[in-house]
């Protein structure tokens, strides 16, 4: 158990419906990241949030939202969903240098 | 832009040493990750390199060249259990600064 805890493990929903994503960092840890990894691809960049506060953006579609909340958990909201958003998605927390970022165990989300 | 270069596969025998490059275009760079990742499992970190030079722990060494733009895993004493996919990722801002991953080696150990 790394300690970031990712819930549902699996998720299949049909196109055009809205899912969320849910994460709870690491005890002690600030900053969440969400990334989404398809089939034998890299993980790709999503959003930060550090402490309730929109960090960084990345490669994020307008359908796709993400809060972090005071508990620290954070949610990642999918709306309009289409087959191409059938993914692996990732949270970590942490991000020191030297310790690196720990992940959850993700959240397969498959789009019939 | 940004982009990461890495060999999309290697095969190597166990016992065996295998190096995987990665080559980086970015800009705002801290310093460069590895991870491990299994089968889809949760990607865990390996090692960072922030200045020149190798980093050693236990059978994993990373190397890295900011003038190269370059930098390299090495896997010593393969053993069957490292058949993972391999990410490099270019760290962006120092404290708690997001990771851009590059597309993934998938190592191979044969027996």
């Known amino acids: 158990d790394s300690g970031v805890t990712q819930t549902p493990k699996h998720l299949i929903t049909a196109t055009g419906q809205r899912v969320t994503l849910r994460c709870s960092p690491r005890?002690?840890?600030?900053?969440v990241y969400w990334y989404q990894q398809s089939l034998d691809q890299g993980l790709q960049f999503l959003i930060q949030?550090?402490?309730?506060?929109?960090?960084a953006k990345g490669n994020i579609l307008e359908r796709f939202s993400a809060q972090q909340f005071p508990d620290l958990h954070s949610e990642l909201n999918l709306s309009s969903l289409e087959l191409g958003d059938s993914a692996l998605y990732f949270c970590a927390s942490g991000g020191q240098p030297r310790s690196g970022y720990t992940f959850g165990s993700g959240t397969r989300l498959t789009v019939v | 832009g940004q982009s990461l270069e890495q060999p999309s596969e290697v095969t190597a025998v166990e016992g065996a040493i295998v190096q995987i490059n990665c080559t980086y275009q970015?800009?705002?760079?801290?310093?460069l990750s590895w991870y491990q990742q299994h089968d889809g499992g949760a990607p865990t970190f390996l090692s960072y390199n922030a200045l020149d030079g190798l980093e050693e722990t236990g059978r994993f060494s990373s190397f890295l060249s900011r003038s190269d733009s370059y930098g390299y895993l090495l896997l010593q004493e393969l053993q069957m259990k490292d058949s993972a996919s391999y990410f490099c990722?270019?760290?962006?801002?120092?404290?708690?600064?997001?990771?851009?991953f590059g597309q993934g080696t998938e190592l191979s150990v044969k027996p």
């Open positions: 990722a270019v760290r962006r801002g120092n404290q708690g600064g997001k990771l851009i």
């Open positions: 970015t800009s705002g760079f801290y310093g």
């Open positions: 949030y550090y402490n309730g506060e929109e960090r």
């Open positions: 005890s002690g840890d600030l900053s």
